[in-house]
Structures are given as structure tokens and as C-alpha cells.
């Protein structure tokens, strides 16, 4: 579990945050969960949004060096087990996979995330 910092007064936050999060198991998606700050009360659930992370991570097990930068790999298309508010761009940049989201938020009238994504690997830590 991660959270951002709070933006405070504004309808349409920009974090511009880098968040680690350990994939454990990739057959599970990923879950966001936006909520609205309250001081006094309890916070305000403004949607939730789930993605598959197996694209990507199929596409970090990839031999990919000697591609030229901004080569997609792989592009995810919206569907019903997805929260994609648009395709979804899995690609090669300056020696690392990268992946562009735009989440359509769930359990709300309407509000998107964009996120993006990029592999790290951490020593020792028995991933890829």
C-alpha cells in the first residue's frame, strides 16, 4: 500500500510523484484508489481503478537491447476487464521499458489518472 502526498485546494491535482511498489504477484492487478482529503471528517472516496501489470512485466522478460527508442512492444486496448480510458502504449525508451495509462475512474461520475510506468529492479529481491 502507497500513498501520495496531498494536493490541497485543487479540483485537478497533478502529483508528478515516483512511487516503488513490489509486484509480488503479477496475476493480480494493481488497484488505485483516489480519495478527497477532509480535515475534520472522514475522507471522501473519489474512485478506484484496477490495471494488469502482465504486459508490461511480459515486456521487461524481453531481450529488447538494440531497439530503437520509442519502439512500442506491446499496446493494451480498453476493454471490460480493464479501467483503460484509451490504448495503452508499452514501450522501449533509453534503455528501459516504459508504459503510459490513462485510468478511467470506477464507483464515481467521472475522473481519469494518468500514469506511467517503469521497471526497476532491485537486488536481491528475486524478481525478473
Not at 5 to 25: G, I
Request: with cysteine; aromatic share 8%; charged share 30%.
Amino acid at each position: 500500500k502507497l500513498k501520495t502526498r496531498v494536493k490541497k485546494c485543487n479540483t485537478n491535482p497533478v502529483w508528478n510523484e515516483e512511487l516503488t511498489l513490489y509486484v509480488e504477484d503479477p496475476t493480480l492487478p494493481v488497484r488505485l484508489e483516489v480519495y478527497d482529503k477532509d480535515t475534520f471528517s472522514l475522507d471522501d472516496r473519489m474512485g478506484d481503478a484496477e490495471f494488469d501489470i502482465r504486459p508490461f512485466e511480459e515486456a521487461v522478460k524481453m531481450n529488447l537491447e538494440g531497439l530503437p527508442n520509442g519502439i512500442i512492444i506491446r499496446k493494451v486496448v480498453p476493454c471490460r476487464r480493464n479501467c483503460l480510458a484509451e490504448e495503452s502504449h508499452v514501450y522501449w525508451t533509453d534503455g528501459e521499458v516504459v508504459q503510459d495509462l490513462v485510468l478511467r475512474l470506477r464507483n464515481v461520475e467521472c475522473g481519469e489518472v494518468e500514469l506511467q510506468l517503469h521497471w526497476i529492479s532491485i537486488p536481491g529481491s528475486g524478481g525478473l
